[in-house]
C-alpha cells in the first residue's frame, strides 16, 4: 500500500522541471559567491549568501503550496490577486525607496525594514493569472469565434494591461514593461485570434520596433523623444549597446567590462572563483558574465541548455494539460521566464541593451526568485493536480 502511495506520488511530480531548476539555483549559488568575493564593496558576504539561500527555501515552500492549489480555486482567486498587484503597484508609485531611486532611476522598490522588495516581480504571475482567467472566459462565452470576438478579446486584454503599463510609466521601469509586453503577447498568439488579424498587429509592432530604433539613433529622433518623457540614463544604455566600447570609462563601462570578463573566460573559462575582470553590479543583471568568465563558453552553453529543458517541460505540461485555464497561465509564465534569460544573456553578450532584467534563478534578488519559483509552482500544481484527478477518477471507475 505504501508503495503505491509513493509511486502515485513521483507520478503527479514533474522532476522534468525540477531538476533544471535545481541546477540552475546551484549555479546561482555558486556564481553569486564569486561576484560578492570579488567585489570590494560587498560586505557580509555569507549573509547576503544565507539570504539568497533563504529566498531559494521560501520559493521552494511556494512550489509546494501552489501545487495543493486547483484550478478551481485559482480561478476564484485570480480576480483578487490581480486587483491587489494593482493596489501596490499604486502605492509604489508613492512610498518608493527614494535611495534605489537615486541610483537607479527607477520608482519600482519599497524599503521594509531596510529590506528591499520589489512588487512588479509578483505582479507579473497576477498578469499572467487574469490574462488566463479573461481568455478562458472569453472562449467559453463565444463559440464559435468570428472576427468581432476577436476585436472584442483584444480589447479585454489591453484593458489588463493598461493600468499595469501606466502603473510601470510612473515608476520610470521599461525594462518590466518590456516583461509584461512579452507576456501579453504570448498569450495574445495563443489565445486562438485569427491570423488575419494577428498578421497585421505583427507586422505594426515590426513598424513601431524599427521607427524606435531609428528615433533613438539619430539626433532629431532623440530630441523628440525627450519631449514624450525619455532620459539621458536611456540614451546611454542604447549608446553602449551600439558600441559598447565608445566610452569603455564611462558611460558604456559596464557593458564593456561584461564582454571583456565573458571574452576572457574562453573556452573552458579561467576557473571557480577567479574574477580577474571588474563588473558592476555582477551578482544581478550581469551575473552571467561570472559564469563565462569562470567556466567558459561551455559552462554558458550549460546554463542555456538548462534553461532549454526547463522551457521544453513547461511547453510539455502546457500541451498535456486539457484545462484551457492551465494552458494559458503556462503560456505567460512561459513567456515570463523566456524573455527575462533572453535579454538577460542577450545585454550581457552585446546582442541587446541593458535593461536590469535578471537572469532566472540565478540573479541574486528575492523578489525575482520569489515569482519565477512561484510560476513553477503553478506549472508543477497542473500536472500535480491532473495527475490527482486522473487518479481519483479511475479508482472511482473500479470502485
Known amino acids: 500500500m505504501q508503495k503505491k502511495r509513493n509511486y502515485n506520488l513521483d507520478n503527479r511530480i514533474d522532476y522534468g522541471v525540477l531538476l533544471p531548476v535545481f541546477i540552475l539555483a546551484i549555479i546561482g549559488m555558486l556564481s553569486l559567491y564569486v561576484a560578492l568575493k570579488h567585489d570590494s564593496a560587498s560586505h557580509n558576504i555569507m549573509k547576503q549568501m544565507l539570504s539568497q539561500a533563504l529566498w531559494y527555501l521560501l520559493g521552494g515552500v511556494a512550489v509546494v503550496i501552489l501545487m495543493q492549489f486547483s484550478s478551481r480555486l485559482l480561478w476564484k482567486m485570480t480576480p483578487i490577486f490581480y486587483g491587489i498587484g494593482l493596489l501596490i503597484m499604486a502605492a509604489l508609485v508613492k512610498f518608493y525607496d527614494q535611495n534605489l531611486f537615486i541610483q537607479t532611476g527607477s520608482k519600482n522598490w519599497f524599503n521594509i525594514a531596510g529590506q528591499s522588495f520589489q512588487p512588479s516581480e509578483l505582479m507579473k504571475i497576477a498578469f499572467v493569472l487574469m490574462l488566463a482567467y479573461v481568455v478562458t472566459q472569453h472562449n467559453s462565452k463565444y463559440k464559435p469565434r468570428d472576427m468581432r470576438s476577436d476585436f472584442l478579446l483584444i480589447g479585454k486584454l489591453l484593458l489588463v494591461f493598461a493600468p499595469v503599463g501606466v502603473?510601470?510609466?510612473?515608476?520610470?521601469?521599461?525594462?518590466?514593461?518590456?516583461?509584461?509586453?512579452?507576456?501579453?503577447?504570448?498569450?495574445?498568439?495563443?489565445?486562438?485570434?485569427?491570423?488575419?488579424?494577428?498578421?497585421?498587429?505583427?507586422?505594426?509592432?515590426?513598424?513601431?520596433?524599427?521607427?524606435?530604433?531609428?528615433?533613438?539613433?539619430?539626433?532629431?529622433?532623440?530630441?523628440?523623444?525627450?519631449?514624450?518623457?525619455?532620459?539621458?540614463?536611456?540614451?546611454?544604455?542604447?549608446?553602449?549597446?551600439?558600441?559598447?566600447?565608445?566610452?569603455?570609462?564611462?558611460?558604456?563601462?559596464?557593458?564593456?567590462?561584461?564582454?571583456?570578463?565573458?571574452?576572457?573566460?574562453?573556452?573552458?573559462?579561467?576557473?571557480?572563483?577567479?574574477?580577474?575582470?571588474?563588473?558592476?553590479?555582477?551578482?544581478?543583471?550581469?551575473?552571467?558574465?561570472?559564469?563565462?568568465?569562470?567556466?567558459?563558453?561551455?559552462?554558458?552553453?550549460?546554463?542555456?541548455?538548462?534553461?532549454?529543458?526547463?522551457?521544453?517541460?513547461?511547453?510539455?505540461?502546457?500541451?498535456?494539460?486539457?484545462?484551457?485555464?492551465?494552458?494559458?497561465?503556462?503560456?505567460?509564465?512561459?513567456?515570463?521566464?523566456?524573455?527575462?534569460?533572453?535579454?538577460?544573456?542577450?545585454?550581457?553578450?552585446?546582442?541587446?541593451?541593458?535593461?536590469?532584467?535578471?537572469?532566472?534563478?540565478?540573479s541574486q534578488g528575492g523578489s525575482s526568485l520569489l515569482s519565477n519559483m512561484i510560476g513553477i509552482g503553478l506549472i508543477m500544481s497542473m500536472r500535480f493536480q491532473s495527475e490527482s484527478y486522473s487518479h481519483t477518477h479511475t479508482r472511482g471507475q473500479r470502485a
Not at 253 to 259: E, H, I, P, W
Not at 260 to 286: C, H, W
Open 167 to 362: 502603473l510601470l510609466l510612473l515608476q520610470k521601469d521599461l525594462g518590466t514593461l518590456l516583461v509584461f509586453i512579452a507576456i501579453i503577447g504570448g498569450v495574445f498568439l495563443m489565445s486562438g485570434i485569427s491570423w488575419k488579424i494577428i498578421v497585421p498587429i505583427v507586422l505594426l509592432f515590426i513598424v513601431v520596433a524599427g521607427g524606435t530604433l531609428f528615433l533613438v539613433t539619430t539626433t532629431s529622433g532623440r530630441e523628440l523623444l525627450y519631449k514624450v518623457g525619455f532620459h539621458q540614463y536611456q540614451f546611454s544604455r542604447i549608446d553602449s549597446w551600439l558600441d559598447p566600447f565608445h566610452d569603455a570609462s564611462g558611460v558604456s563601462y559596464q557593458q564593456a567590462q561584461g564582454l571583456t570578463a565573458i571574452g576572457s573566460g574562453g573556452m573552458l573559462g579561467k576557473g571557480f572563483n577567479v574574477s580577474q575582470v571588474y563588473v558592476p553590479v555582477r551578482e544581478s543583471d550581469m551575473i552571467f558574465t561570472v559564469i563565462g568568465e569562470n567556466f567558459g563558453f561551455l559552462g554558458g552553453c550549460l546554463v542555456i541548455l538548462m534553461y532549454f529543458i526547463l522551457i521544453y517541460r513547461m511547453i510539455r505540461v502546457c500541451f498535456d494539460t486539457n484545462n484551457e485555464f492551465y494552458a494559458y497561465i503556462s503560456t505567460g509564465i512561459i513567456m515570463m521566464i523566456l524573455f527575462h534569460v533572453f535579454e538577460n544573456i542577450g545585454a550581457n553578450i552585446g546582442l541587446l541593451p541593458l535593461t536590469g532584467i535578471p537572469l532566472p534563478f540565478i
